[in-house]
């Protein structure tokens, strides 16, 4: 197998005045990204069909200008905490610490400039297709406590898939939740609405009225939420049925039934028209579906694209929303001598 490539070009100047650059990594006969150090974008993701025709399967913007006008955390690294947070508010070793309420009254995907308005630096590492990306978040960055060292390392893997490894580390306990907030769209155009899901949970987590877990963790059997086999995204997304109402769609966070912390397919995706299969690998112990609701069409993508209402999907790997705030979730806390480890893989399965 020829040996997979990376390479570098300018891709503009952020509004701090940094320079942004935009790498693509090529595996020969698999698939290509381009990634840009502001935000550890993944600009592009092209992978073939099922008749070996390439297609760009992930929304995004043209150039730079495009995110810094409009982007809504299209295909970013999301943190230091991805998804929500209460009231914009959590406490942490008796101290309370506050956040900025920039989604109603409560804190989303890090605030109003998280880790997806950085500009990170980049090391290609060795021959093979790897970027590491870094980032320091210092004390008190959006309201977070301690200076938190992130690494985001893309590689692409001889299965055709894009992987993701993040690292971080403090000096004072925080608490940590990353993700990569893809848009995917299989078909390359249109919306999702006939795109074949199937997620690894018999739970999800049911949310308030402003999208905050209720603390439950809910059966999917008999519910819209019920992923267990096969099912287009669209089949069910119009039922009368509180939760979809409350999200305008499906923005839920999934319990997956793997164990924390072990690399496994936990959602698989098909296109029926192209065959395009996506899988999700994560370590994490849940995934967000989010369904493009709040895509409305003011958003122009590449090539003069317009992104309207469900043109893409999002399966956010994570920790749950809130989990600052709830006891029984799983753990985000981060102390000082400890690493946060995660593990996120978009692979496309080739047709035979």
């Not at 006969?29 to 297609?55: F, H, M, Q």
């Not at 610490?97 to 804190?107: E, I, R, V």
């Not at 397919?265 to 996506?278: I, K, M, S, Y």
């Not at 893409?312 to 400890?338: I, M, R, W, Y």
Request: with cysteine.
């Amino acid at each position: 197998m020829e040996a997979a490539l990376i390479t570098r070009a300018p891709f503009g100047v952020a509004p701090d005045g940094l320079a942004v650059e935009l790498f693509t990594l090529r595996r020969p006969g698999g698939i290509e990204a381009r990634i840009c150090t502001y935000g550890g974008i993944i600009v592009s993701l092209k992978t073939p069909d099922r008749n070996g025709r390439l297609d760009d399967v992930v929304l995004g913007c043209d150039d730079l200008a495009g995110y810094l006008a409009l982007s809504p955390y299209l295909g970013a690294l999301v943190g230091r905490y991805a998804n929500r947070i209460a009231q914009a508010a959590f406490t942490v070793d008796g101290v309370k610490y506050n956040l900025a309420a920039n989604n109603g009254p409560n804190a989303l995907h890090g605030g109003r400039k998280g880790f997806d308005k950085a500009v990170w630096q980049a090391a290609p590492v060795g021959t093979g297709a790897r970027l590491v990306l870094s980032y320091l978040s210092k004390d008190g960055e959006e309201g977070y406590p301690g200076n938190l060292s992130v690494e985001a390392a893309y590689s692409l893997t001889e299965d055709h898939g894009l992987r993701l490894d993040f690292t971080a580390t403090t000096d004072k306990t925080t608490v940590v939740n990353l993700t990569q907030h893809a848009y995917f769209n299989l078909a390359g155009g249109g919306d999702v609405l006939g795109h074949e899901v199937q997620i690894d949970a018999d739970r999800f987590t049911p949310v308030d009225a402003t999208l905050i877990p209720t603390g439950e963790l809910r059966p999917v059997a008999g519910t819209p939420f019920d992923f267990r086999q096969p099912m287009a995204i669209g089949a069910r997304i119009e039922q009368d049925d509180e939760q979809l109402k409350r999200g305008q769609g499906y923005d839920h966070n999934f319990v997956l039934n793997h164990p924390t912390g072990r690399l496994d397919v936990v959602a698989r995706v098909r296109e029926p028209g192209t065959g395009r299969v996506l899988e999700v690998l994560t370590t994490e112990p849940g995934v967000q579906l989010y369904t493009g609701n709040f895509l409305n069409g003011a958003v122009k993508g590449k090539d003069g694209r317009v992104y309207g209402r469900r043109s893409g999907f999002c399966l956010e790997a994570q920790h749950f929303p809130d989990s600052p705030n709830q006891p029984a979730f799983p753990p985000v806390t981060l102390k000082p001598g400890e690493v946060f480890r995660s593990t996120i893989v978009f692979r496309f399965p080739q047709h035979g």
